[in-house]
């Protein structure tokens, strides 16, 4: 079968939809003779607005809606953003591609400038990661930490409403949007974990559908794939997701990848940090090494009390 039409799903925010739409235009680049159509769908994580994430459950979440259009065959692929994506993808799908990942890292937006150090009990920051959360109480338990939801241009609004004095989002939504004159600082990764695949574009397709696979196949980067999969691989140990406050960040130099991970309270109380270096080859079990070591070092302890916390 040679499919000459070949449908993108995707989620209808203004950034789902540039993600999209970039894969849409590279693979058309890679193949003239074939047509590309991007189809919206609204996902769970669309509709719930007002609601912190960490609440509301996080299987699927902006993922759930997107996998029935693909078994059911209304598209071919979805484009994700990795760090929504679950670890562990459910039994009809794979993942089929990793775009070169772009900005990792947490950026911070303030208002009037000040860093995060600099910040006092007068100050508000706002997040709705648990991850966040704990690093920024972990480094300047003097704020105030809320929650905040909605899209970028929602969010700079509750700002200079006074929501809050400043936001903690990810660099690579603001970078893709043209928000770069927003960002005050980006923070790096021994400063500032950042999530497992920040900054990340996962395409996502059936299984055994082969030839789907060899069209995204020419989208795919090996290097950010092994990055990726070092820090998934580390979340996937220890059970981790959007509820939990859990961190990764692998760097290749060489053949060589260190993946640095995090766990976390959620106030900031206790946090376990390590690293790990290894054949970039062995992404894998390096990542679910160091969540092994992390979790015999208090890990454990750590996320059972998270999870305590968030069924109460």
């Not at 996998?67 to 009809?92: I, Q, R, W, Y």
Request: glycine residues 8%; hydrophobic residues 40%; aromatic residues 4%.
């Amino acid at each position: 079968m040679n499919k000459s039409n070949i449908k993108i799903g995707t989620r209808g925010s203004k950034l789902a939809l540039y993600q999209a739409n970039l894969v849409k235009s590279k693979l058309e680049e890679a193949f003239p003779d074939k047509t590309f159509e991007i189809n919206i769908i609204t996902t769970k994580g669309d509709k719930i607005l007002d609601v912190a994430l960490s609440k509301i459950g996080d299987k699927g979440l902006f993922t759930k809606e997107l996998e029935v259009a693909l078994f059911n065959g209304e598209v071919d692929m979805c484009v994700h953003s990795l760090k929504d994506l679950p670890t562990v993808f459910p039994e009809g799908a794979q993942l089929g591609a990793i775009l070169q990942r772009a900005e990792f890292k947490d950026a911070w937006v303030s208002k009037d400038g000040l860093s995060l150090d600099e910040m006092n009990e007068t100050h508000t920051v706002a997040t709705s990661s648990l991850r966040r959360k704990a690093q920024v109480h972990k480094i300047n338990p003097k704020v105030k930490v809320v929650d905040i939801r909605g899209n970028v241009d929602t969010r700079i609004k509750k700002m200079n409403e006074g929501h809050c004095d400043a936001m903690v989002m990810a660099g690579a939504g603001l970078i893709r949007l043209g928000y770069n004159n927003v960002i005050t600082s980006l923070f790096d990764p021994e400063y500032f974990v950042s999530a497992c695949g920040q900054g990340a574009i996962a395409i996502e397709i059936r299984e055994n559908d082969s030839e789907i696979d060899a069209v995204v196949k020419k989208l795919h980067c090996t290097k950010s794939y092994q990055q990726i999969t070092a820090e998934r691989s580390f979340l996937n140990e220890l059970e981790g997701g959007c509820q939990i406050p859990i961190g990764a960040y692998a760097k290749i130099e060489s053949d060589e990848l260190s993946v640095l991970g995090l766990v976390a309270m959620p106030d900031g109380s206790k946090e376990l940090r390590g690293e790990l270096k290894g054949k970039a080859c062995d992404a894998e079990s390096i990542g679910r090494k160091l969540a092994q070591q992390i979790a015999k070092q208090g890990g454990i302890e750590i996320l059972d009390k998270v999870r305590n916390l968030n069924n109460q």
